[in-house]
């Protein structure tokens, strides 16, 4: 076990820099032999090791690796080296006992349907209420198309969805219709013979399981995954066509504080049954695909919304009347089509996504911004989806390097 017990921490950016950092948890706890329960980070800056808020989630109980550690900065960082020699600062590992929840902590609270089945999940902190709901059914009549979609988002305690009736105080009477951040259809790779662009997916009418929950000071994540599908197709590990049954996971987190949710997106695909294995064969891959979102959302008459779309990796729409409700969409892949109206409807939105084998998508929620509220999707875009802050285990190397380095310098100079 190393003596030295930090992470090294970079900011990519030429400005200082705080917020979030989420690095893998299995390396860590592999090198440290700590427990998520005994976990306690400080920043080395701080002398008297104040605990900062830090959490270790869970993402798929099937898959370590995917576990994941998530802390906030509590002061900024300067930028790092440009070749990511020197790092910006470092946070200490301890052990000891984490900080007690505090009031307005991010939480969520799944509802259960009389069968014990999940019907959906509810995300909260300070500034949004989101509802997702996981069944298609969410009101048991024959509208059977809200799976994989939030159907309430509340942003400082006012519908977003349906804005105007809500800015006037009025809940009876909103669109039955409202939602947002579905995944309406995934497009995998069609088969070679005959050929075909792509192999279509719906999944608005089929119903997601809750595979994970958690939630801490930093923030509440929920882990859900589609109804198993089946694809024909070739693996993208051994290059051969065969039968794969896939689930699309989807891990849709509400930071503290924000007013946007961090959802990210993979295929597990294994194959289906013994004839189908292959020897040498990976038990679970991770598929390429790209994703159709749909949104159902009153922004007024199409004369009164103003889209923006000055990047391939990012998205705005805001409507230019009172009270000015915005929606952003930034990702990690590039956003292939935009879509408004969809079929014809003002209210009827469409994103299709580039495929890819891991997604992330932020959804931002605005209000009260005629101006800039572009700017605000396009700065989190930068810092949350292409340069994030980036946290590795410390290692003595850099010391190395950085004297090196140094030396080199003053033997030129």
Not at 136 to 151: I, V
Not at 155 to 170: H, M, N, S, V, W
Request: net charge negative; hydrophobic share 40%; aromatic share 12%.
């Amino acid at each position: 076990m190393p003596s030295v017990r930090l992470l090294s921490l970079f900011n990519p950016s030429n400005y200082w820099r705080g917020g979030y950092v989420s690095v893998p948890w299995q390396p860590i706890a592999q090198v440290f032999q700590i427990s998520p329960d005994e976990l306690v980070l400080s920043d080395l800056r701080d002398l008297s090791h104040t605990p900062i808020n830090a959490q270790v989630d869970q993402i798929d109980p099937d898959d370590p690796t995917r576990d994941t550690l998530v802390f906030c900065l509590p002061k900024a960082i300067p930028p790092s080296s440009e070749d990511d020699i020197l790092a910006s600062s470092f946070v200490r590992l301890d052990w000891g006992k984490p900080m007690p929840p505090e009031l307005g902590e991010p939480f969520l609270e799944v509802v259960y349907g009389a069968m014990g089945e999940a019907r959906g999940v509810r995300l909260v902190n300070s500034r949004l209420i989101v509802w997702f709901n996981l069944i298609p059914t969410p009101e048991d009549d024959k509208r059977n198309w809200f799976s994989g979609s939030a159907t309430s988002v509340q942003l400082d305690r006012q519908e977003l969805l349906d804005p105007f009736l809500a800015a006037k105080g009025e809940w009876l009477g909103q669109d039955p219709e409202k939602r947002c951040m579905q995944v309406a259809e995934l497009l995998l790779p069609g088969p070679p013979h005959p050929k075909s662009p792509y192999y279509e997916v719906y999944l608005f009418n089929h119903s997601y399981r809750l595979v994970s929950q958690s939630s801490g000071p930093v923030r509440a994540s929920v882990t859900i995954a589609s109804e198993p599908f089946d694809y024909i197709g070739i693996d993208p590990n051994t290059g051969i066509n065969h039968h794969l049954v896939c689930e699309l996971y989807r891990v849709i987190s509400l930071y503290a504080g924000a007013d946007y949710l961090v959802e990210e997106l993979f295929i597990k695909a294994k194959p289906k049954g013994e004839e189908n294995k292959i020897i040498g064969e990976l038990e679970v891959v991770n598929l390429s695909f790209a994703v159709r979102y749909f949104a159902h959302m009153n922004m007024g008459l199409t004369e009164d919304i103003e889209p923006v779309f000055p990047m391939p990796d990012w998205y705005a729409v805001g409507s230019a009347i009172p009270p000015y409700p915005a929606y952003g969409l930034a990702t990690n892949v590039h956003i292939d089509t935009v879509t408004h109206p969809h079929e014809g409807n003002t209210s009827y939105f469409s994103w299709q996504l580039l495929p890819g084998k891991y997604v992330k998508c932020l959804h931002m929620f605005m209000r009260g911004q005629p101006q800039g509220f572009d700017t605000r999707v396009g700065h989190a875009w930068y810092e949350l989806i292409y340069k994030p802050l980036k946290a590795e285990i410390y290692r003595d190397d850099y010391v190395v390097k950085m004297l090196t380095k140094s030396n080199f310098a003053t033997a030129v100079g």
